[in-house]
């Protein structure tokens, strides 16, 4: 992220876990039993001086909702991961300066990370890796595709398909156009439903969906679908996306908040195009239709003017996060668990 950074990753701490609603989960990570789909109150741990790559497991339970017990049987579990952010350099500090960033040893944690996925005792069904996965100083000094392959290889330790979402890190390095033919472009592993081509997603954004178990869909957004980062700067998509932000931002320096009564615009924050808005629309329709349970996985995320997931001094959020908001309304018989990443990983639910 930027300007509200995290670290990247620090000395691993030890595992542990507060009542039934906690699992293993390294770093300054949660991880929750869902029953039903909706997932327990959310207990975040506290972080640590300097914070680690976000690792955690969530677990499915064939409960009704709200009802939690020891003896609760498990349907699945999916990983969680955010803000690898490698890079080979020496430890260095954020953005504001004020918080420490362990470039090198984030590769450890994802190591760490994988190696706990790959011995549960039931491997979960996935990994959603939640954006940046290297950090932006590796085009500084031209090391983006060799940190990049680094992590990649590192992944292929895994046992389980991991689902990559984009950050402005990814942006940093590299293209839309290089994303979308690298490996970070996951879209092979997307679910096709058969007789609803409205929810097949464009070409124009970097979204789909999956099903990792009966009746529980998979939403992978694509927060920079509008964005001045990544594209060509002769683009017309550019000039749009310069016209949104000096229209909400009057500030010289455009990655600056200062004085907006919307901080999300911001040029290291993207948006939400309404075709994209359109298409996951299709699908939670779809998924009212079918009584199913949807996860979102975002980068970066809110949930204004439902705000529950905000933390003090974050401006990281979709510019069109009031038009995702207003699709979920109309999606009343889903109970929507989002996945995101802020400054510690948060999970909420909201039932509309």
Known sequence: ??????????????????????????????????????????????????????????????????????????????????????????????????????????????????????????????????????????????????????????????????????GNHEFYNFSRNYLTNSKLNTKFLEDQIVHHPETVPSEDYYAYHFVPFPHFRFILLDAYDLSVLGVDQSSPKYQQCLKILREHNPNSELNSPQGLSEPQFVQFNGGFSQEQLNWLNEVLTFSDTNQEKVVIAIFPFTQRPLTVCAWPGITEMPWQSFGLTSVWCVSSPVTLTMVATLRILLVCTTST
């Open 1 to 166: 992220m930027t300007a509200a950074d995290r670290a990247s990753s620090g000395p691993p701490p030890d595992f542990r876990r507060r009542g039934h609603f906690l699992r293993k989960s390294q770093g300054a990570a949660l991880s929750a039993r869902l029953a039903g789909g909706e997932v327990a109150q959310p207990v975040a741990r506290e972080p640590a001086a300097a914070e680690p790559a976000r690792e955690s497991c969530l677990e499915v339970m064939d409960d009704k909702p709200g009802t939690l017990s020891e003896n609760s049987e498990l349907l699945f579990s999916f990983g969680v991961i955010a803000d690898i952010q490698y890079a080979d350099l020496e430890d260095g500090y954020n953005f504001q300066g004020n918080r420490r960033r362990y470039y090198r040893h984030s590769l450890l944690h994802l190591r760490g990370a994988i190696e706990h996925w790959n011995t549960e005792g039931r491997l979960p069904r996935c990994v959603l890796q939640l954006g940046d996965i290297i950090d932006g100083y590796n085009a500084q000094y031209k090391a983006s595709e060799k940190s990049l392959e680094l992590v990649m290889n590192t992944f292929q330790m895994l046992k389980v398909p991991v689902h990559h979402t984009w």
